[in-house]
């Protein structure tokens, strides 16, 4: 079992900066893909980025290329999510999860942390 717990969420105004965390206690945590995935109030949780286990290849959606980046250092057995440039449109409950492989569908993940609240003001 991989217990993830995100922070770094809260209030920014339109074109600010947050950097989320997730992190776990677990050493194997190294093994894992890790992918961030968002969910607005009343719509599907949606990918957003994901990175392989060593960091070497990392995906994102299209509505955050170039703003978003996600990394990890497993040392820390911590991955990351810095959001630059942020919009409203990016308010949203933001999750992470650890995978096998860092795919664009939720369902392949085995393991999510709880969640932690992103909200851009206009």
């Known amino acids: 079992q991989v217990q993830l717990v995100e922070s770094g969420g809260g209030l920014v105004q339109a074109g600010g900066s947050l950097r989320l965390s997730c992190a776990t206690s677990?050493?194997?945590?190294?093994?894992?893909?890790v992918g961030w995935f968002r969910q607005a109030p009343e719509k599907e949780r949606e990918f957003v980025a994901a990175?392989?286990?060593?960091?070497?290849?990392?995906y994102y959606a299209e509505s955050v290329k170039g703003r978003f980046t996600i990394s990890r250092d497993n040392a820390k057995n911590t991955a990351y999510l810095q959001m630059n440039s942020l919009k409203p449109d990016d308010t949203a409950v933001y999750y992470c999860?650890?995978?096998?492989?860092?795919?664009?569908?939720?369902?392949?993940?085995?393991?999510w942390g709880q969640g932690t609240q992103v909200t851009v003001s206009s």
């Open positions: 677990r050493r194997t945590f190294s093994s894992y893909a």
């Open positions: 999860a650890a995978g096998a492989r860092p795919t664009v569908s939720k369902n392949a993940y085995d393991y």
């Open positions: 990175i392989t286990w060593s960091s070497g290849t990392a």
